[in-house]
């Protein structure tokens, strides 16, 4: 048991650095060189890297950046949330000078100066947004799912997950607007030289944190994985018998009171796949029109019939006709 869990362990660092690794390519090799800025840490460190002219690496100004927060997030949320708070922002914060050819000893790295990423920052620079956006929501949301965060406002995000759960996207969202537009200063400000006018680019931050926070809860929450059924009825025992039968699916009955009519009835609760759903529609009609019925997303299911989300899909039983 001692060495399962020591492994779970490992597992979990592993993907927060996997995590991280993708959230350093997002920033380090897309967004910096765009001049679009992410917000949190990572932008400040951004506009005190455009304002020193590039004199400090933005990793470095990430990891210092964070120290206080740290502290902060283990007085917050734990000593052992802490650990992977420390290891997650100073994974990234190396990767992404490491990646960007600014830690000593690897500036052949450079992965910002390689030719496809120099033609999409001038030829589609919309589309190197995307990918930087989409890699940063990505990386987030993997390092958040094995509960670790890269501090910053992440961590303000993961103490109100924590404590009132609240999303981390929205959480973020908030906190990251006063980031992005303070360093839109710093680069008009500063006069820097950029492929898109400030404003536009102050738009496209905008924009790349809707989708980063997007993707984020998306990540943690997975895609819709099954549907739950609720289903109102008269004929409440014919429905259930029916979805026994015919779906090779389970069901529920649950006694509850219509206030309308003041009426005793059983609701009928049932999960389903996705590709189920008009046929049970199907089903339900034929024993009762008027039947009330409350579909839901499901993001995760366990049990018979169901596969646990990553392994080999649904239970393959044929549906009955």
Do not use: C
């Amino acid at each position: 048991m001692k060495k399962h869990k020591i492994l779970h362990t490992v597992f979990e660092y592993a993907m927060i650095t996997f995590g991280a690794l993708i959230m350093s390519v997002g920033i380090g090799v897309f967004l910096i060189e765009a001049h679009v800025v992410p917000g949190g840490v990572t932008g400040l460190s951004m506009a005190l890297y455009y304002l020193t002219d590039g004199q400090i690496p933005i990793g470095l100004s990430m990891w210092v950046f964070n120290i206080p927060l740290f502290i902060f997030g283990i007085r917050s949320i734990g000593f052992q949330f802490g650990w992977r708070t420390f290891y997650g922002f100073s994974a990234n914060a190396f990767l992404v000078d490491f990646l960007r050819g600014e830690v000593p000893g690897f500036s052949f790295v450079a992965l910002q100066k390689t030719e496809t990423i120099q033609y999409l920052l001038h030829q589609d620079f919309l589309f190197l947004i995307l990918w930087g956006g989409a890699l940063l929501g990505l990386g987030l949301g993997i390092i958040f799912k094995f509960k670790g965060t890269t501090a910053g406002t992440d961590i303000i995000a993961a103490i109100l997950n924590k404590k009132y759960g609240i999303k981390p996207g929205q959480a973020i969202i908030i906190t990251d607007v006063f980031v992005i537009i303070i360093a839109g200063f710093v680069i008009a400000g500063k006069g820097i030289e950029t492929t898109q006018p400030v404003i536009s680019l102050t738009m496209y931050a905008f924009f790349l944190l809707l989708l980063a926070s997007r993707l984020m809860d998306l990540v943690i929450d997975g895609f819709d994985y099954a549907r739950s059924v609720q289903i109102i009825s008269d004929k409440s025992d014919e429905i259930g018998k029916a979805i026994m039968d015919n779906m090779s699916r389970g069901a529920t009955a649950i006694k509850a009171r219509g206030l309308y009519r003041n009426k005793d009835r059983d609701l009928i609760y049932t999960v389903v796949a996705p590709r189920e759903v008009s046929y049970l529609y199907e089903l339900i009609y034929n024993i009762d029109p008027n039947a009330f019925v409350i579909v839901g997303n499901v993001h995760e299911v366990m049990g018979e019939g169901f596969k646990r989300r990553g392994e080999i899909g649904f239970n393959e039983n044929q549906v009955k006709k």
